[in-house]
């Protein structure tokens, strides 16, 4: 997934965008690549972000975890416990994983998620 700025989107679709979140310059989407279950996300669907290095806890985040020397992209709902990172897909069939704040580099705070509603 590449961020882009949220100005690159559609004319209808940024200035939607910012009636609903207000006229911010730090507002960039990610388009997603592929269906994620996990993240209860589907192709094509898209998601504004706002770039951030902290989230308050059980704000979604984009995140990277490096897992077995692999940086693997994220969206998760991020909870600190002693000392670690509860890491919670979006879906409540999946289970949450745990990790070292060493693994984890939080890179996004989402804000909205624009559903695809093309058919293939």
């Known amino acids: 997934m590449i961020a882009q ?10 200035r939607l965008t910012r009636e609903l979140l207000g006229d911010r310059e730090d507002l960039y989407t990610l388009r997603v690549a592929q269906d994620r279950p996990d993240s209860l996300l589907a192709q094509g669907d898209l ?19 490096m897992d077995d020397g692999q940086a693997h992209v994220m969206l998760r709902r991020v909870y600190r416990e002693n000392g670690e990172y509860r ?22 705070k989402l804000l909205l998620t624009i559903r695809s509603t093309a058919s293939e």
């Open 5 to 14: 700025h949220l100005d690159r989107l559609d004319s209808g679709l940024a």
């Open 47 to 65: 998601i504004i972000i706002r770039p951030c290095e902290q989230v308050p806890d059980g704000a979604t985040a984009v995140l990277y975890r």
């Open 87 to 108: 890491l919670e897909p979006l879906n409540p069939d999946s289970p949450a994983a745990y990790a070292d704040p060493d693994e984890v580099t939080i890179q996004a």
